[in-house]
DNA sequence: GGTGGAAAATAACATAGGTTAAGAAATCAA
DNA sequence: TTGATTTCTTAACCTATGTTATTTTCCACC
């Protein structure tokens, strides 16, 4: 199990010695995942959360009406789950997929816990990660409110690296951004015209 | 300073003993702010969070065209702050206001890693608090794709405490739930005709 | 208890974005 | 490769929500 990916990210945010990055990576469980495959599917109760090494996911709940809203794509060194399944022992509403071959590394809610024992850092480290995404998320709220679908589109080809933005299908962009594909399509014609 | 609500508040989430909180509650500022008073001002690098303690305050940005987008209410035993300008100490694009006379316990973030330092479980507190909200967060990024304006309107007034719903101007309601307060009262006015 | 200013209601009109449908282009399976 | 599927584009038409303007209601303050 390579774990320089892993590091790497961990030490963004706290300082940990080999040794302790040796413990960390014992309590997670590596998985491959071909393309679309569900790691996590709407109706279960999901205890594990999820570290993209390889590849990139999408996070996405299916409305009443069948259509898909993508909540998150997780490339490359970003985590993923449904974190109110874990948190809150309850039914999941969301459904996890890989959108290309990737490979990710679980940790399972029970082991989480135990390693903020054994290594406190590690419970700095997902404080700090999870007030990072929270602060992203209000952000996105707060944009969906005052932007137009257009800004909304410039700002997420700006804020998305070019793996996601240019190597996913766009219906996905349409379904993160919040519009039908078709109107996706007219704004960018739109956009390239000008 | 009457520390019973805050207390009250720690321990639904973490066990702490009453020399704990004593400790914990050193950490905060009592701070008054009568009706429409300005808690934090955007363009400011914020340096603390608020415990909310007695009132009702709101985080709000100003769009280019000079729109209120409410993105947080905060009634009594909430927290509330601009995070983004605390984490990343930069420019505050949030105003933070109480909505009606209230009361806020204010701990400074030097003040809160000195606390995480001397009371551990106050780290799990509040690792807990933002995975909580960041929960919360997204399922109102999901919200606000698959609902109808209508039906935003309808979740609020069942999500929020009857303090909120029904004591605060609905034009406050409209930049939250992100519709105009003249379509807000169209919808009203069709909800309790039918 | 009256008065001035904010908030809410109403209504006519405007528009961003959705819907439906059909064809073109890309991707996939064998 | 080829045929079958899925995705993307285009375009005509539709609807939820926004805009502007006017009127009515609600309060805060004298």
């Not at 040796?22 to 709407?42: C, G, R």
């Amino acid at each position: 199990m390579d774990t320089t990916v892993l590091a790497k990210h961990i030490r963004l945010k706290v300082d940990l010695s080999d040794a302790e990055i040796e413990i960390v990576a014992a309590y997670f469980i590596e998985k491959d995942l071909p393309k679309k495959t569900i790691l996590f599917k709407e109706g279960i109760i999901v205890d594990a959360i999820a570290f993209v090494v390889e590849g990139c996911l999408r996070s996405y709940s299916v409305d009443e009406n069948g259509f898909e809203h993508i909540l998150q794509f997780a490339p490359e060194g970003w985590w993923i789950t449904d974190m109110l399944s874990v948190i809150k022992r309850q039914q999941s509403v969301l459904n996890v997929e890989s959108i290309v071959d990737s490979k990710v590394f679980l940790l399972k809610r029970a082991s989480q816990d135990e390693l903020f024992d054994k290594v406190p850092k590690m419970e700095r480290f997902f404080r700090i990660l999870t007030e990072n995404a929270l602060c992203a998320t209000r952000q996105r709220v707060i944009e969906g409110m005052s932007l137009t679908a257009k800004d909304r589109y410039i700002n997420f080809c700006e804020t998305y690296p070019d793996t996601v933005v240019n190597n996913i299908p766009q219906k996905y962009v349409a379904a993160y951004i919040g519009v039908t594909p078709e109107f996706l399509s007219k704004m960018r014609s739109q956009l390239y015209r000008s």
